[in-house]
């Protein structure tokens, strides 16, 4: 079932983000983060969690992107699901999830970038409808 997501699910989040996109992390960096972004209304936290056990199984994580040419949309800053889970349909219900905020709230569009070397995670969004239009190489100074 698709729900907000809650402190309760961090320890299930950070797994996810370990075992799901490869980005192991501590639990108290998860909290902090959370504790944050959770209470910022540019950022959208949706989780799936099984409807027995309501055990966290999935989650997509967007914010709004806004420049100075283009209208308004989100920007999917995490799309995961347990390894377990996947095949199920639980990030196709997420993403519809998503898209359906995009209408409510008078986006215009949703983007995501994903890492050269996904290719399954390629071909699960061209088969839900989204196109890729361009090959970037990601730029990062830790400071």
Do not use: C, W
């Not at 995961?80 to 997420?94: C, S, T, W």
């Amino acid at each position: 079932m698709l729900r907000e997501l809650r402190d309760a699910d961090l320890e299930q989040i950070r797994d996810i983000n370990e075992f799901s996109l490869g980005y192991p992390t501590s639990l108290e960096l998860a909290q902090r983060q959370f504790a944050k972004l959770s209470q910022d209304s540019q950022h959208i936290l949706i989780g799936y969690a099984d409807e027995k056990t309501d055990q966290l199984l999935g989650y997509v994580h967007a914010q709004v992107y806004e420049n100075l040419y283009s209208d308004a949309g989100l920007n999917v800053l995490a799309l995961a699901v347990h390894p377990e889970a996947q095949g199920r349909g639980i990030g196709k219900q997420l993403m519809a999830r998503l898209e359906n905020v995009v209408r409510e709230q008078g986006y215009e569009f949703i983007r995501l970038n994903s890492g050269a070397h996904r290719l399954e995670a390629h071909a699960f969004y061209e088969n839900i409808g989204y196109d890729g239009d361009k090959t970037q190489k990601r730029f990062m100074k830790y400071l």
